[in-house]
């Protein structure tokens, strides 16, 4: 049962024109309904001053652009966890390069490690689930 339920939303698309996006955090976004966990970002939280820019930072970024995100089956809390894209572009790596958000190396497999910022890396704390 779970393999089908998985396989009905393994990928999920949203066009500029016909889009439900909505950016709840900088590692939550809502993809036509479905709130998606980017895969291996560990982004501050929003009761943080450097949470509440990197949401603004999503929203302007995301502005405009198709998303899709291909989701590996697996859920945290009320999220399905997968990678995101951007017009083509990994929204996670746009988000750790721009210097918002620190791998999560757990959960990465460090991908995204070469990307953070050394200003980043100062001012954001990183959750100790990602070590």
Not at 36 to 48: I, K, M, Q, S
Request: aromatic fraction near 6%; charged fraction near 25%.
């Amino acid at each position: 049962m779970r393999t089908i339920a998985t396989l009905a939303i393994i990928f999920c698309t949203t066009s500029a024109l016909s889009a439900s996006l909505h950016v709840r955090d900088a590692d939550t976004i809502i993809v036509d309904g479905t709130p998606v966990r980017l895969n291996g970002v560990d982004a501050p939280e929003l009761r943080t001053a450097a949470g509440k820019g990197a949401k603004r930072w999503m929203v302007n970024y995301l502005r405009g652009k198709s998303i899709t995100c291909d989701l590996n089956g697996e859920r945290t809390h009320d999220r399905w966890v997968g990678v995101c894209l951007a017009d083509g572009e990994d929204i996670g790596a746009a988000l750790i390069g721009a210097g918002h958000a620190l791998d999560c190396r757990r959960y990465s497999g460090g991908r995204y490690r070469d990307l953070e910022t050394p200003a980043a890396r100062s001012r954001i704390k990183r959750a100790g689930y990602c070590n």
